[in-house]
């Protein structure tokens, strides 16, 4: 049972990781991340990360798509009138090499790789416990330092908001 | 219990659930229309039955009956989901809310069968109790704005779109003071599960330890309601009707009920989270619960007769230099004195 639903999460989630590239139109890209968002949460779930799944809807699907789909509509308010430039034969031929290259060391590297199980929750603990102990105990520096990245990220994003203004 | 019977009984106790929370919204269409009238000096629905009681019948008729019309120039298939979207993602969240201890007696007895509910908590009042049921909850809340944007998106109508996009900017900025205004109760129920939390409210109610969380939260609830004073995003007179500009008969009708279902949902949440749930002397548990519930419900009628819209620029300047620091600081204090405490 299990098993059915983890294969037509994976499979939903592979075709509109799929029709999000094909997309011509950038909101419809837009739309299938979330759908592919959801199939993920869901295989989440099933691993009973209910934590991270609940985390994954609020975080990407909740609130940074919105953000993508609301520059979308102020960028992009009609469907793109020009086709794009057609690719020189030079690209096409640089892409097709570079995916496979990247595709035959990514299962290369798979193949051999040996990925250790994780361990069990101590009993008693819900995956909502656990996580926030291992934050606050064995991460504590990179959790901490990972606040000081995002500060970063928005002190630059205001200088170059205001930068402009002047 | 066997597969099929356990998800046969579900299925039921889900179809209560529902259809009790339809005729709750119809009927909150009802009181706001009476309240505001009370509020303006005016009677209010009066014609349909002794007191009005019957409109939200005649108002269903006449949603079905109206022409169901799609403007020409529509992205048809988002034109369509949307307002789905916005209805579903309001009334999911009642999944998770506990409305009585009990619904059921522990066992049923069907035609000569007994059937034990305790199996997969079927006797209890809630539908399910999941472990991250208030992130279950902030989900659904996060998902709601995409009914909005891509229904003033796919209009393809000046007025639409600057609705849904006024949404999205005032969900995705509310919805962190929201978040982080609930944290002080988590930190004193020591639980995301909102079965947990009711419990945890047996000897005292969290708005008194947590009056500045109380607070916040109602304000952040009305703006992710988009109710008064937050209606920008339909603010008539400049929007025309923001993202519903372009719809017409049962499409408008369920976001209407997405509407509803949001003010009934977060008074019930409310509830849940600051006033003790069910929790209350005497009476049953259900009618405590829908007392609280439908005593906020008035609130959110009562501001919406009383007070006036926000400015855009106001409304951003509340949410970020006002309510996210105030939050920081709820989580502060409430960390700190349950320290020392």
Redesign the interface.
């Known amino acids: 049972m299990m098993a059915y639903i983890f294969f037509a999460l994976a499979g939903i989630a592979l075709i509109s990781g799929v029709l999000v590239v094909f997309q011509t139109h950038p909101?419809r890209s837009a739309?299938w991340l979330?759908v592919n968002f959801f199939a993920v949460a869901g295989i989440y779930l099933l691993a009973h990360a209910?934590?991270i799944?609940?985390?994954q809807?609020?975080v990407y699907?909740?609130?940074i798509m919105?953000?993508f789909?609301?520059v979308i509509?102020?960028l992009n308010?009609r469907q793109p009138e020009e086709e794009a430039a057609r690719p020189w034969f030079g690209q096409k031929l640089a892409g097709i090499t570079l995916a496979a290259l990247v595709a035959f060391i990514l299962v290369y590297g798979f193949s051999k790789a040996e990925v250790p199980l994780a361990k069990a929750a101590p009993p008693g603990l819900?995956?909502?416990e656990s996580i926030a102990r291992l934050l606050f105990t064995d991460y504590l520096l990179p959790f901490e330092v990972t606040s000081v990245l995002l500060l970063v990220a928005i002190v630059g994003a205001v200088v170059l908001a205001k930068s402009k203004l002047k | 219990m066997n597969l099929p019977v356990l998800i046969a009984l579900s299925a039921i106790k889900i179809l209560i659930v529902l259809v009790v929370l339809l005729t709750l919204v119809a009927y909150t269409v009802l009181m706001e229309r009476k309240v505001l009238g009370f509020i303006q000096l005016r009677y209010g629905p009066n014609r349909v039955g002794p007191w009005g009681l019957l409109q939200p019948l005649a108002d269903l008729v006449k949603l079905l009956f109206k022409e169901d019309f799609t403007p020409p120039m529509v992205n048809k298939v988002l034109f369509v989901m949307a307002p789905i979207i916005t209805a579903v993602t309001a009334f999911l969240p009642f999944a998770v809310i506990p409305f009585a201890k009990d619904m059921f007696p522990p066992q049923i007895t069907i035609y000569g069968q007994t059937f034990d509910l305790t199996a997969a908590g079927l006797n209890q009042g809630v539908i399910a109790d999941i472990n991250v049921g208030l992130l279950y909850v902030f989900a659904m809340g996060s998902l709601a704005v995409y009914g909005a944007v891509l229904g003033g998106w796919a209009s393809n109508s000046k007025y639409s779109l600057l609705g849904g996009l006024r949404l999205s900017a005032q969900m995705v900025s509310y919805e962190l003071a929201l978040g982080l205004s609930v944290i002080g109760v988590l930190m004193l129920a020591g639980s995301l599960s909102l079965v947990k939390i009711v419990e945890a409210q047996k000897d005292m109610w969290f708005i008194v330890y947590q009056p500045l969380g109380f607070v916040l939260f109602l304000t952040a609830a009305f703006a992710e309601c988009a109710r008064t004073p937050f209606d920008l995003i339909e603010c008539e007179n400049e929007l025309v009707a923001g993202y519903q500009t372009e719809y017409s008969s049962m499409k408008w009708a369920l976001f209407m009920m997405g509407e509803y279902a949001h003010i009934i949902v977060a008074s019930a949440l409310i509830t849940t989270l600051f006033l003790g749930g069910w929790q209350g002397p005497i009476l049953p548990p259900v009618v405590w619960f829908m007392g609280k519930t439908f005593a906020l419900v008035f609130c959110f009628i009562w501001v919406r007769g009383t007070f006036p819209r926000f400015r855009f620029d106001q409304l951003m300047y509340l949410g970020w230099k006002v309510m996210l620091p105030l939050a920081l600081l709820n989580i502060m204090v409430t960390g700190a004195v349950m320290l020392l405490i």
């Open positions: 909101l739309l979330i209910e934590f799944a609940a985390i809807i609020i699907a909740g609130a919105v953000l789909l609301f509509m102020l308010l819900g995956n909502t």
